[in-house]
């Protein structure tokens, strides 16, 4: 697409990425990678963390040992209470590997976030889906968690053919969607943003040097406030996600 005399490529350039090798349902591509990337990012400075412990925490082991505080305070007992405590290698895995992969946004050369493709938000959404009822059906029992979850108690029983229906589609349908969409679209509009600007950037730097001054400018205040969308939609996934199964574990009565 040309715009004033500029080439813009066009979307699918941005999120679609040739198959490397494989084909079908295991092609893997620059996203698949970069999603294999994640997991041996997490997993490698976490057992260097657990291998290398020391009584005043340092370097890697200062850092992880954040996150699992984060993890534990800032999300666990806020919204599970201590009987969540459980959960936290999970949680604290789920954190991780999004804001890992998230920040894969502004790393130079790379600059995709794998969370920009639909598919993986929409499959781990679909996990804690599963995680969320799974427990409730556990803790509660078949019926006992359906007849929570449909007939909450203290709506007046003529209400209920209104409540039901939309207690069943928004645990049930809207929970994963929205956790999924949710992740997925700020991803997209961020690698979208920041591909405009470079490519603007880029563009005016070849023909004049003050002319891409103020994009250039924007581009960086853009990556920066990157980096912190990439770790609130960590916090989000990961709160969305305790709260779903926190909620499962203690109904309301």
Known sequence: MTVLALEFPPVSHLVEWRTLFGSGAFAVNKVVLLMWATAIIVFALSMTAARRRHLVPAGVQNVMEAAVDFVQNGIILQTMGPDGLSWTPFLYTVFCFVLVGNLF?????????????????????LVVWVIFNYIGIKSQGFFGYFKNMLFPPGVPKPLYALVTPIEFVTTELVRP???SVRLFANMLAGHLLLATFAVLSTALFASTYIGAAVPFSLLVALTGFEVLVAALQAFIFTILTAVYIGGSMHPEH
Do not use: G, K
């Not at 946004?105 to 959404?125: G, H, K, S, Y």
């Open 105 to 125: 946004e502004v790393v130079p050369v790379v600059q995709m976030p794998i969370n920009a493709r639909f598919a993986l938000p929409m499959f781990m959404a």
């Open 177 to 179: 969607l929205s956790l």
